[in-house]
Protein backbone atom coordinates (compact mmCIF):
# COMPACT_ATOMS: atom_id res chain seq x y z
CA UNK A 1 0.00 0.00 0.00
CA UNK A 2 0.74 3.61 -0.20
CA UNK A 3 2.40 5.50 2.97
CA UNK A 4 -0.33 8.04 4.09
CA UNK A 5 1.52 11.48 4.65
CA UNK A 6 -0.43 14.61 5.37
CA UNK A 7 -2.74 15.19 3.06
CA UNK A 8 -4.07 18.94 2.14
CA UNK A 9 -6.42 19.07 -0.17
CA UNK A 10 -10.56 20.15 -1.53
CA UNK A 11 -13.03 17.90 -0.30
CA UNK A 12 -16.47 16.45 -2.33
CA UNK A 13 -19.50 16.67 -0.42
CA UNK A 14 -22.36 13.92 -0.15
CA UNK A 15 -24.24 15.04 2.41
CA UNK A 16 -26.46 12.40 2.83
CA UNK A 17 -27.04 9.34 6.07
CA UNK A 18 -27.33 6.00 6.05
CA UNK A 19 -25.51 5.52 2.49
CA UNK A 20 -25.21 1.58 2.55
CA UNK A 21 -22.39 -0.35 0.88
CA UNK A 22 -25.18 -1.37 -2.41
CA UNK A 23 -25.35 2.46 -2.89
CA UNK A 24 -21.23 2.89 -2.65
CA UNK A 25 -21.17 -0.14 -5.26
CA UNK A 26 -23.92 -2.03 -5.85
CA UNK A 27 -24.04 -5.87 -6.10
CA UNK A 28 -24.02 -6.43 -9.80
CA UNK A 29 -20.23 -4.92 -10.25
CA UNK A 30 -18.79 -7.78 -7.57
CA UNK A 31 -17.62 -9.90 -9.75
CA UNK A 32 -14.30 -8.54 -10.24
CA UNK A 33 -11.26 -10.45 -8.71
CA UNK A 34 -8.78 -8.01 -8.31
CA UNK A 35 -9.59 -4.30 -6.81
CA UNK A 36 -8.92 -2.36 -10.15
CA UNK A 37 -12.05 -0.79 -11.39
CA UNK A 38 -14.26 -0.52 -9.09
CA UNK A 39 -13.87 2.95 -8.49
CA UNK A 40 -15.60 3.18 -12.23
CA UNK A 41 -18.67 2.10 -10.57
CA UNK A 42 -18.66 3.89 -6.90
CA UNK A 43 -21.95 5.14 -6.27
CA UNK A 44 -23.35 3.74 -10.00
CA UNK A 45 -26.92 3.74 -9.70
CA UNK A 46 -26.83 7.47 -8.43
CA UNK A 47 -24.18 8.46 -10.88
CA UNK A 48 -25.21 7.40 -13.96
CA UNK A 49 -29.12 7.40 -15.86
CA UNK A 50 -30.28 3.82 -17.19
CA UNK A 51 -28.52 4.85 -20.64
CA UNK A 52 -25.14 5.14 -18.94
CA UNK A 53 -25.07 8.88 -19.43
CA UNK A 54 -24.02 11.17 -16.24
CA UNK A 55 -26.68 12.43 -13.68
CA UNK A 56 -25.64 16.25 -13.71
CA UNK A 57 -27.22 16.60 -10.64
CA UNK A 58 -24.94 13.95 -8.97
CA UNK A 59 -22.12 15.64 -6.43
CA UNK A 60 -19.59 13.36 -8.35
CA UNK A 61 -20.59 14.45 -11.69
CA UNK A 62 -19.93 18.17 -10.74
CA UNK A 63 -16.73 19.80 -12.05
CA UNK A 64 -16.62 21.83 -8.88
CA UNK A 65 -16.20 19.60 -6.61
CA UNK A 66 -12.82 17.82 -6.36
CA UNK A 67 -10.21 16.38 -3.90
CA UNK A 68 -8.95 13.12 -2.34
CA UNK A 69 -11.50 13.70 0.50
CA UNK A 70 -15.33 12.43 0.64
CA UNK A 71 -17.18 14.41 3.54
CA UNK A 72 -20.40 12.52 3.96
CA UNK A 73 -23.70 12.11 6.64
CA UNK A 74 -23.56 9.72 9.26
CA UNK A 75 -23.75 5.95 9.06
CA UNK A 76 -21.72 6.20 6.23
CA UNK A 77 -20.73 2.38 4.55
CA UNK A 78 -24.11 0.63 6.71
CA UNK A 79 -25.52 -2.44 5.45
CA UNK A 80 -23.31 -5.77 3.99
CA UNK A 81 -20.23 -6.21 4.83
CA UNK A 82 -18.23 -5.92 1.47
CA UNK A 83 -14.90 -4.90 0.55
CA UNK A 84 -15.51 -3.68 -2.23
CA UNK A 85 -17.60 -0.36 -0.64
CA UNK A 86 -13.48 0.72 0.54
CA UNK A 87 -12.07 -0.26 -3.09
CA UNK A 88 -14.44 1.74 -4.84
CA UNK A 89 -13.81 5.00 -2.96
CA UNK A 90 -10.46 4.14 -2.99
CA UNK A 91 -9.91 3.36 -6.41
CA UNK A 92 -11.61 6.23 -7.60
CA UNK A 93 -8.97 8.49 -5.95
CA UNK A 94 -10.58 9.15 -2.10
CA UNK A 95 -7.84 8.71 0.32
CA UNK A 96 -10.26 10.18 3.28
CA UNK A 97 -13.48 9.97 4.19
CA UNK A 98 -14.52 12.31 7.02
CA UNK A 99 -18.53 11.49 8.66
CA UNK A 100 -19.81 11.76 12.27
CA UNK A 101 -20.52 7.89 12.26
CA UNK A 102 -19.34 4.90 10.30
CA UNK A 103 -20.39 0.95 10.38
CA UNK A 104 -17.79 -0.50 12.10
CA UNK A 105 -16.94 -3.11 9.51
CA UNK A 106 -17.00 -0.41 6.41
CA UNK A 107 -14.13 1.31 9.18
CA UNK A 108 -11.73 -1.63 9.23
CA UNK A 109 -12.50 -2.58 6.13
CA UNK A 110 -11.08 1.04 4.82
CA UNK A 111 -8.63 1.06 6.97
CA UNK A 112 -7.06 -2.34 5.70
CA UNK A 113 -7.19 -1.03 2.50
CA UNK A 114 -5.28 2.45 2.77
CA UNK A 115 -8.86 4.30 2.61
CA UNK A 116 -8.40 6.33 6.22
CA UNK A 117 -12.18 7.08 7.73
CA UNK A 118 -11.95 10.29 9.65
CA UNK A 119 -14.97 10.60 12.80
CA UNK A 120 -15.09 14.16 13.67
CA UNK A 121 -18.24 15.33 15.89
CA UNK A 122 -21.69 15.78 14.24
CA UNK A 123 -21.13 20.04 15.28
CA UNK A 124 -17.38 19.98 13.10
CA UNK A 125 -18.69 17.57 10.25
CA UNK A 126 -21.66 20.21 9.38
CA UNK A 127 -18.53 23.15 10.34
CA UNK A 128 -16.85 21.07 7.07
CA UNK A 129 -20.18 20.99 5.00
CA UNK A 130 -20.44 24.59 5.33
CA UNK A 131 -17.01 25.38 4.54
CA UNK A 132 -17.99 23.58 1.33
CA UNK A 133 -20.67 24.93 0.95
CA UNK A 134 -19.78 28.87 1.21
CA UNK A 135 -16.08 27.78 -1.24
CA UNK A 136 -16.27 24.94 -3.42
CA UNK A 137 -12.72 24.56 -3.14
CA UNK A 138 -12.10 25.00 0.63
CA UNK A 139 -9.07 23.21 1.50
CA UNK A 140 -8.83 20.51 4.15
CA UNK A 141 -5.45 19.21 6.19
CA UNK A 142 -5.06 15.51 7.37
CA UNK A 143 -2.42 14.80 9.41
CA UNK A 144 -2.52 11.18 10.59
CA UNK A 145 0.59 11.62 12.91
CA UNK A 146 -1.14 14.09 15.02
CA UNK A 147 -4.41 12.45 14.25
CA UNK A 148 -6.16 15.79 13.40
CA UNK A 149 -8.29 17.46 10.91
CA UNK A 150 -8.03 20.93 9.64
CA UNK A 151 -10.73 23.49 7.82
CA UNK A 152 -7.57 25.69 6.44
CA UNK A 153 -9.22 29.08 6.04
CA UNK A 154 -10.52 29.29 9.29
CA UNK A 155 -7.76 26.80 11.22
CA UNK A 156 -10.42 25.49 13.07
CA UNK A 157 -9.03 21.70 13.91
CA UNK A 158 -10.60 18.81 15.23
CA UNK A 159 -8.96 15.39 16.33
CA UNK A 160 -9.79 12.22 15.87
CA UNK A 161 -9.22 8.59 16.90
CA UNK A 162 -7.81 5.71 15.16
CA UNK A 163 -6.38 2.46 16.45
CA UNK A 164 -2.67 2.56 16.82
CA UNK A 165 -1.36 -0.27 14.54
CA UNK A 166 -3.89 0.68 11.99
CA UNK A 167 -2.01 4.14 11.95
CA UNK A 168 1.08 2.68 12.13
CA UNK A 169 0.57 1.03 9.06
CA UNK A 170 -1.39 3.23 7.47
CA UNK A 171 2.02 5.58 8.36
CA UNK A 172 4.33 2.94 6.81
CA UNK A 173 2.02 1.93 3.95
CA UNK A 174 1.56 -1.76 5.00
CA UNK A 175 -0.88 -3.95 5.48
CA UNK A 176 -1.29 -6.96 7.95
CA UNK A 177 1.91 -8.70 6.13
CA UNK A 178 4.14 -6.31 5.36
CA UNK A 179 3.94 -5.10 8.98
CA UNK A 180 4.63 -8.87 10.23
CA UNK A 181 7.74 -8.69 7.68
CA UNK A 182 8.95 -5.38 9.43
CA UNK A 183 8.72 -6.99 12.53
CA UNK A 184 11.14 -10.13 11.34
CA UNK A 185 14.47 -9.39 13.07
CA UNK A 186 12.58 -8.75 16.06
CA UNK A 187 10.38 -12.49 15.41
CA UNK A 188 13.72 -14.32 15.15
CA UNK A 189 15.23 -12.83 18.12
CA UNK A 190 12.17 -13.43 20.32
CA UNK A 191 12.47 -17.24 18.81
CA UNK A 192 16.45 -17.67 19.52
CA UNK A 193 15.59 -16.15 23.30
CA UNK A 194 13.00 -18.68 23.75
Given at each position: ???????Q??A??????D????????????????R??F??????????N??HS??E???????????K???????FG?G????HA?W???????????S?F????F?N???????L?VV??????Q?????IE??N???????LE?QE??I????E????????????????G???????L?M????QAF????
Open positions: MEKFTTITSVPLNMEVDTDQIIPARFLKATTDGGDNLFRDWRFADLKDFVLNNKNYTGILVVGKNCSSREAAIHDYGFKVVVSFADIRNALNNGLPVSPAFLKIFTANNAAVFKIDNIEVATQKASFDINPYKKTCLLNYDDIDYLSKDKIEIQH
